[in-house]
């Protein structure tokens, strides 16, 4: 059996670092899929051989939070996916606002990928006066940001996702923290100054692109 | 001095993991915002607590490559950087073309962020008679992806990236391959079946959604 460490004893989540915690991310949507297979079990050897990962690594990661393995057995797949969500804190569902209805934005509001998992998009913003009041494809209404402080509270949104352009999105990441978001994902190329009690995680898509470029032919 | 070994000598890209490959990309970033900062040397003790990563760990991936850093003195960073980007093939531009016009290949394709630092947005393709003919807001025009193929030796199109819909993703994966692109990047939610000789890479965006929510407050 799984012997979780209680969250938060012995261990502080600020501790742990970005990359550690995009790994725990990475561990679960490889259980999923070998849970989609019908995988039951799966050593941490096996875990890394089949996804590419490191063995010492993921052992290492998961002891943080527990002993999940059984020597000679390995993870059970279901309560380890289940443990894993928990310690993510993907076991309730967080409200996600948007901010910027360009064509990123529209494109994460619609995405059913994006959207799911423990995430749903309780709303969209924008300040141009010919996008508010429209509807996205998927049928989510454009609302004024200057309502942001407002729907915020009232729908209880903890995430904003700034998809504005880069000038703009420092003046949205204070809005967002003055309307109590706790939690930003920012797609604009810009590093934004936030309160300390704000977390912000920027997104570069571009770092996709290098990882692939590693592996072609050079000229 | 920074004693690079030759590429190729006893280190097979092949065997170097996905993980490891967009590490180093981070490291990437890292070095070139000291390098905005007016910063000439760096440690990797003081590189990992800047960016919250691992010394050790910088070390080992690095060291994978030949000897960069002077014990006591650390990495010279722009040396570093010119290394880094050669590992990683970003010392020549590679074209991209992007199939599928929707709302996210219109966002990366006018997103300067995306088309910087070695890639080149060649081409945006779709299969939707209204779409081809158009022009995204920065001025790309969408081309009818029959003619995929014949662009891509033209324009001499190294990678495809797909931001179709997770129906039509397999069918396009196919198309880039017989068109000869070997490397794609997979914004589609769906697992892609391709020839040995292409490398694909999975975005999935709601990783960086998880991976913040770790941080988060629980219920």
Known sequence: MARARPLGTGVSRGA???????????????????????????????LARRFDLNAAQIRKDLAIFGEFGV?????????????????????????VAIIGAGH????????????????RIAALFDDDPQKIGSRTRGGLVVQDVRRLREVVAREGIEIGV?????????????????????????????????????????????EHLETLCFYMPRA
């Open 16 to 46: 742990v670092s970005e990359l550690t915690a995009s790994r725990l991310s990475l561990y679960l949507r490889c259980l999923s899929e070998l849970e989609g297979e019908g995988a039951t079990h799966v050593s941490s050897s096996n």
């Open 104 to 119: 990123l934005g529209q494109a994460l509001a619609d995405s059913g990928g994006f959207a799911s998992g423990g995430f």
């Open 162 to 206: 700034i998809t504005v352009p880069a000038p703009a999105a420092q003046e949205v990441a204070q809005r967002c923290a003055s309307a109590g978001l706790r939690a930003l994902l920012n797609f604009a190329p810009a590093r934004l100054t936030v309160p300390a009690e704000v977390r912000v995680k920027n997104v570069d898509l571009k």
């Open 71 to 95: 020597r000679g057995v390995g993870y059970e797949v279901g309560t380890l996916k289940r443990h894993l969500q928990s310690i993510l804190g993907l076991d309730q569902t967080r409200k």
